[in-house]
């Protein structure tokens, strides 16, 4: 089963997927190529190990928010609440790793639980997401608004509005830490991506994905329990958030609410288009969504390299996405 095909979609959508996907692939390589050899080319130490290192860990938590943002868009959905699961996450982290509680002076007790409680509960606010959907009957595009609204004042609540600032080295190693030379957050976001990607292309719960968005009512006629599937989908979404939340605050040895995640849904959102995803749903690529966010962080680095204004290179990236949606539509035959 492709990663890039639905199976309960009607046969006139399945031809149209199969002749787009692969155009879709060769044109995002074909600019990632592009960029890459123009900075080669005209950008100074561009190929340097610091160079390198920047572009990856500037990347790597917007591609582990952006592979949960691929699954939602396959089922025909949208999150935007991730960026304030993102502060969410790194705001519970905190407070454990500051905790004054004798249950938590140690270590040895208190790193596990700010690695994993905080994910958990964003978690647990993406099955909130999926239940409003799912059993309530609203709209991707409002369920998620409430979070994104709603969410980031939650950190904000958490934290009392304050900088949480730390140093814990061990917790600081998924966003610090550097085994064989490789920046273990990009380790992370590589995992991340062939988990997404062999579920996509292996697994049953992959197909359920596709069959969704392609035809949710023909999905549903087949068997499929297309509410556990979105739930599930919205969960891992909230989960992917929770994990880059701790990868952000990991980097800067702080939490700050007001910051973290900021705009992240929105380039999580670009670098899936851009990779080739239909936004309709009913398809998904992820090592097109690879591709797309690197394309999206080149872009970025490219224009500050080379002075331009960073209001700027927000213009520009609406550009990219606007011209990636346009594409789709036209590959589409919309």
């Not at 990347?59 to 699961?85: E, K, N, Q, Y």
């Not at 409003?132 to 980031?152: D, E, N, S, V």
């Amino acid at each position: 089963m492709a990663e890039t095909a639905g199976t309960v979609a009607t046969p006139a959508p399945r031809s149209a997927q199969r002749a787009w996907i692969p155009s879709a692939r060769v044109g995002t390589a074909g600019a990632l190529l592009a960029l890459v050899l123009f900075n080669v080319i005209f950008t100074n130490d561009f190929v340097s190990s610091r160079a390198i290192n920047v572009n990856l860990t500037q990347v790597a938590p917007t591609l582990i928010v952006a592979i949960g943002m691929t699954l939602v868009i396959a089922t025909g959905g949208i999150d935007l609440s991730v960026g304030s699961l993102m502060a969410i996450s790194g705001s519970v982290a905190a407070l454990i790793l500051l905790s004054g509680s004798s249950l938590l002076e140690s270590n040895a007790v208190a790193i596990p639980l700010a690695f994993v409680i905080p994910v958990l509960v964003a978690g647990a606010f993406g099955l909130f997401n999926g239940t409003l959907i799912t059993r309530f009957g609203l709209q991707p595009i409002i369920a998620t608004l409430i979070l994104y609204i709603a969410g980031r004042g939650i950190a904000q609540v958490l934290t009392s509005g304050q900088l949480k600032a730390f140093k814990e080295p061990t917790f600081q190693y998924i966003g610090l830490g550097k085994p064989l030379g490789i920046p273990f957050q990009v380790i992370v976001a590589a995992a991340i991506a062939f988990a997404a990607w062999f579920a996509l292309r292996r697994t049953t719960f992959g197909r359920y994905i596709l069959a969704i968005g392609g035809n949710e009512r023909a999905a549903r006629l087949a068997g499929v329990r297309v509410n556990r599937v979105k739930l599930a989908v919205y969960g891992i979404s909230g989960l992917c958030a929770g994990v880059a939340g701790l990868i952000a605050i990991a980097i800067n040895s702080s939490s700050d609410a007001n910051r973290v995640g900021l705009n992240v849904e929105l380039e999580a959102i670009a670098a899936v288009a851009v990779g080739g995803t239909a936004l309709t749903g009913g398809q998904a690529s992820v090592i097109g969504t690879v591709m797309g966010a690197l394309i999206i962080q080149l872009v970025r680095f490219t224009l500050l390299s080379h002075g331009v204004a960073a209001e700027v290179a927000l213009i520009v990236q609406a550009g990219i996405i606007i011209a990636a949606v346009a594409l789709q539509r036209r590959r589409g035959g919309a």
